[in-house]
């Protein structure tokens, strides 16, 4: 199968803490990718270090066949890959539209002199940017909000906005950082239909997710971590049946993870 996404004995510390010990783990093309396990994991180390938040110890992090590792996020971005963020990213007093734009920033052409003077190449980007701009805010059912600031939409429409936002500039990879935390179970479900429909696109996306119907419903491979290594790596339905994983979240009952069992086949 064709990997997006190749991370390498990946190994972090802060001070004597081990946040990540030798782990490995791929990524589809074109499918989702979950990463899963209790707090203090190693789950948000992993995808810092993907990302360009954090430089790694040791290993490596490859991106559609190149070395990721320690790139800074604007060239990662330029190189297809964007993510959100656990604690929302929006700036409230720009519109919901300027907050998609923004998202296309690592992409633009035009220059320092192009913008001060409103050259005509300048101008036709900056049309550009904003009718993509739209037509995501469209495609994720927020084009009707697109004027208003982005600070009073609820939390569930700006979690959206930054999904929207890291779609914008048509990346290869997508990294998700606990997209549905503090989404109620509507807002969770809809949520989950953008995810699969944003997959229906060919768009790659690697998620890290503590709500677990979420994961069995939209991911094609799961991953599990725990105090910083894989102890699992599979379908959802090869995960929640894993001796290891059943042990590390349920203390070795033989039940299905959190009740998902038919989750996984929805």
Do not use: W
Request: with cysteine.
């Amino acid at each position: 199968m064709d990997d997006i996404l190749a991370v390498e004995n990946l190994s972090l510390s802060f001070g004597g803490l081990q946040a990540l010990d030798g782990v490995s783990f791929s990524a589809p093309r074109g499918l989702v990718t979950a990463i899963i396990g209790p707090n203090g994991a190693g789950k948000t180390s992993a995808i810092n270090c993907m990302s360009g938040v954090y430089r790694p110890q040791g290993g490596r992090v490859m991106l559609d066949g190149r070395q990721a590792s320690g790139a800074p996020q604007h060239v990662l971005a330029r190189r297809g890959l964007t993510r959100t963020f656990q604690n929302l990213q929006v700036f409230a007093n720009l519109s919901v539209l300027e907050n998609v734009m923004v998202g296309l920033h690592a992409v633009t052409k035009s220059g320092f002199l192009g913008a001060m003077f409103r050259l005509p190449g300048h101008r036709a980007e900056e049309r550009a940017i904003r009718e993509r701009a739209l037509e995501m805010l469209d495609f994720i059912g927020l084009a009707e909000l697109s004027g208003q600031p982005a600070g009073q939409l609820s939390y569930g429409d700006r979690k959206r906005v930054e999904l929207a936002r890291a779609l914008v500039g048509r990346p290869k990879l997508v990294l998700l950082d606990e997209p549905v935390a503090g989404l109620n179970p509507a807002e969770t479900e809809e949520m989950g239909s953008i995810l699969l429909k944003v997959r229906g696109t060919g768009v790659s996306l690697l998620l890290v997710e503590h709500d677990m119907a979420l994961v069995m419903r939209v991911s094609d491979k799961v991953v599990v971590l725990h105090f910083g290594r894989k102890i699992a790596e599979g379908t959802p339905h090869e995960i929640q049946n894993h001796p290891e994983v059943i042990a590390t979240y349920l203390g070795g009952r033989e039940e299905p993870i959190n009740g998902v069992a038919e989750a996984a086949h929805a």
